[in-house]
């Protein structure tokens, strides 16, 4: 990239260059994409298309709006300027009442086609919808609207995405996800409670860059950031394998730091990237588990909000973490350490870690923490 261009960006966006080419380097390897791709993002954002964005809310607590507002890579107001046209958002909008609607009608108008939508929150279809309306129209009939003229829709935060938290049993509203009433166009889902900012920004720079949405799943996500279950790259996973788990909060294993299945994570059913990508930059990152509370499945349709807190997750996978070494059979040794960890994964996640690898592999049996035994 030129030093034109990065002289320009300074100027404009008060970012240093390393600022700006850190935020490009970590949507890029949110994304996961190849090496270069960076300065494609650099070029896509200094070209200044800023996509127009209509952010509506309804049934929800405002969190996913509030974790956006932590996103500090660049602080938002940069992103407001640079990366997208905030054009409609009533939370942030300076705007109220008759004079906020007309904003919104007229960004829609003159974009025509070309807006982003992005809904935070579920939509009430009780009775008509009425337990949801903004400026006297019902969020059935605003998302209907909204979405009619969109080039692309985004469903923020698991609310709008399944229904999440408004759409737990008895579910008096009748709360949905967006894709339950838009169904002529593609919803990307972004679950969470709330998602991650930056799997959010990652999206949209997405677009902006390369003029299309990122591959999604067959839940509508994009595969970048729920491609995988939390369980893989969790930092407590070895203490899983090794069968150490926290057996009550504030006990001397959850005070060591051990695996939080027995207290009810949902990290082995439970797609996500929260423990690569971390919440709270300010802080300096952290996410649920890190903090000793086990994942609840925010995020996941069926999981959260619906299978109680207490509950036993059911591991997905018994997959190894690709973290672990590879197995190297060394001679005249048998099963070295890295292939007991192995072995401890793959037992582990059917039984019980500790008792099935020290039987296996004819070790003296551990401390009886494993899975089965209560
Ligand atoms: Fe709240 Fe968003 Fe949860 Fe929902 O996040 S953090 S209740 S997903 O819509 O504001
Ligand atoms: Fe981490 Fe939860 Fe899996 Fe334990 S069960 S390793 S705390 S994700
Ligand atoms: Fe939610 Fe679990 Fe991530 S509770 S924020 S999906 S760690």
Redesign the pocket.
Same mark, same amino acid.
């Given at each position: 990239m030129s030093d034109d261009i990065l002289n320009a960006i300074e100027t404009r966006l008060g970012l240093s260059r390393r600022s700006f080419m850190q935020f490009c380097a970590a949507m890029a390897a949110t994304m996961g994409l190849p090496a270069g791709a960076e300065a494609e993002i650099a070029n896509a954002i200094v070209s200044g298309k800023r996509p127009p964005v209509i952010w509506l809310h309804f049934?929800?607590? %405002?969190? *996913? %709006?509030?974790?956006m507002l932590r996103a500090e890579h660049p602080a938002l107001d940069k992103l407001i300027l640079e990366v997208i046209s905030l054009d409609y958002h009533e939370t942030l909008f300076a705007a109220s009442g008759h004079q906020a609607e007309a904003a919104r009608k007229s960004a829609m108008a003159a974009n025509k086609g070309k807006y982003v939508l992005v809904v935070?929150? @579920?939509i009430s279809t009780k009775d008509g919808g009425i337990y949801c309306k903004v400026g006297g129209q019902t969020s059935l009939d605003l998302v209907k609207e909204c979405a009619a003229d969109a080039a692309a829709v985004i469903a923020?935060?698991?609310?709008? @995405?399944w229904g999440?938290? +408004?759409s737990s049993a008895p579910n008096p509203t009748g709360a949905v996800g967006v894709a339950e009433i838009i169904k002529d166009k593609p919803v990307v889902n972004i +679950?969470? *409670? +709330?998602?991650s900012p930056y799997n959010f920004l990652s999206t949209v720079v997405h677009y902006l860059t390369f003029g299309v949405l990122p591959d999604l799943d067959d839940k509508g996500r994009p595969k970048f950031a729920y491609g995988r279950i939390i369980h893989e790259n969790c930092e407590r996973r070895p203490h899983f394998d090794a069968g150490r788990f926290a057996q009550e909060f504030g006990d001397e294993g959850h005070r060591k730091g051990y695996c939080l299945y027995k207290l009810g994570c949902k990290g082995p059913e439970t797609f996500a990237n929260c423990p690569s990508i971390l919440f709270n930059d300010v802080g300096g990152g952290s996410w649920p588990v890190g903090t000793g509370h086990p994942c609840i499945g *925010?995020s996941e349709k069926g999981i959260g909000f619906t299978k109680p807190i207490h509950a036993l997750a059911d591991p997905l996978y018994i997959t190894p973490p690709e973290s672990y070494p590879r197995i190297v059979e060394e001679q005249g040794q048998g099963v070295t350490l890295g292939s007991a960890a192995t072995v401890a994964v793959i037992g582990g996640l059917a039984v019980g870690a500790g008792l099935r690898v020290a039987r296996n592999l004819g070790k003296s049996k551990p401390e009886d923490t494993s899975i089965g035994k209560e």
């Amino acid at each position: 990239m030129s030093d034109d261009i990065l002289n320009a960006i300074e100027t404009r966006l008060g970012l240093s260059r390393r600022s700006f080419m850190q935020f490009c380097a970590a949507m890029a390897a949110t994304m996961g994409l190849p090496a270069g791709a960076e300065a494609e993002i650099a070029n896509a954002i200094v070209s200044g298309k800023r996509p127009p964005v209509i952010w509506l809310h309804f049934l929800e607590c %405002t969190g *996913c %709006t509030e974790s956006m507002l932590r996103a500090e890579h660049p602080a938002l107001d940069k992103l407001i300027l640079e990366v997208i046209s905030l054009d409609y958002h009533e939370t942030l909008f300076a705007a109220s009442g008759h004079q906020a609607e007309a904003a919104r009608k007229s960004a829609m108008a003159a974009n025509k086609g070309k807006y982003v939508l992005v809904v935070e929150g @579920a939509i009430s279809t009780k009775d008509g919808g009425i337990y949801c309306k903004v400026g006297g129209q019902t969020s059935l009939d605003l998302v209907k609207e909204c979405a009619a003229d969109a080039a692309a829709v985004i469903a923020i935060g698991s609310c709008a @995405a399944w229904g999440g938290m +408004p759409s737990s049993a008895p579910n008096p509203t009748g709360a949905v996800g967006v894709a339950e009433i838009i169904k002529d166009k593609p919803v990307v889902n972004i +679950p969470g *409670c +709330p998602p991650s900012p930056y799997n959010f920004l990652s999206t949209v720079v997405h677009y902006l860059t390369f003029g299309v949405l990122p591959d999604l799943d067959d839940k509508g996500r994009p595969k970048f950031a729920y491609g995988r279950i939390i369980h893989e790259n969790c930092e407590r996973r070895p203490h899983f394998d090794a069968g150490r788990f926290a057996q009550e909060f504030g006990d001397e294993g959850h005070r060591k730091g051990y695996c939080l299945y027995k207290l009810g994570c949902k990290g082995p059913e439970t797609f996500a990237n929260c423990p690569s990508i971390l919440f709270n930059d300010v802080g300096g990152g952290s996410w649920p588990v890190g903090t000793g509370h086990p994942c609840i499945g *925010c995020s996941e349709k069926g999981i959260g909000f619906t299978k109680p807190i207490h509950a036993l997750a059911d591991p997905l996978y018994i997959t190894p973490p690709e973290s672990y070494p590879r197995i190297v059979e060394e001679q005249g040794q048998g099963v070295t350490l890295g292939s007991a960890a192995t072995v401890a994964v793959i037992g582990g996640l059917a039984v019980g870690a500790g008792l099935r690898v020290a039987r296996n592999l004819g070790k003296s049996k551990p401390e009886d923490t494993s899975i089965g035994k209560e």
